[in-house]
């Protein structure tokens, strides 16, 4: 029903930002609910953002809220994570979600997502 693509992984160093991109298929994109999730080796998967179908109701981690900001742009089918003040605990891979989901508040439930994308690895070194 819809294919996530996520972009914008790397290397960096502590302190430095990344912006992560996820591409989503389909036209209803305006109707999901995005999240964004990350697994380090030996960690569970964790909801780090979501936003709503509009993208102006948030969801953020205590872990990484002041340093994230997730924002989608439906025009262009794209949901982004800015990653600001990377911390090595920051290191995992990340992974897009949608749902179709016509709620106001998103979801940080991992069993609440239906699509995911192959994830992309962000490592922060120290």
């Known amino acids: 029903q819809v294919q996530l693509v996520e972009s914008g992984g790397g290397l960096v160093q502590a302190g430095d930002s990344l912006r992560l991109s996820c591409a989503a298929s389909?036209?209803?994109?305006?109707?999901?609910?995005m999240g964004w999730f990350r697994q380090a080796p030996g960690k569970e998967r964790e909801c780090v953002a979501a936003l709503n179908w509009s993208g102006a109701n948030l969801y953020y981690a205590d872990s990484v809220k002041g340093r994230f900001t997730t924002s989608r742009d439906n025009a262009k089918n794209t949901v982004y994570l800015q990653m600001n003040s990377l911390k090595p605990e920051d290191t995992a891979r990340y992974y897009c979600a949608a749902a179709y989901n016509p709620a106001v508040v998103p979801d940080r439930r991992m069993e609440s997502y239906e699509y995911w994308g192959q994830g992309t690895q962000v490592t922060v070194s120290s």
């Open positions: 389909g036209r209803a994109f305006s109707s999901y609910m």
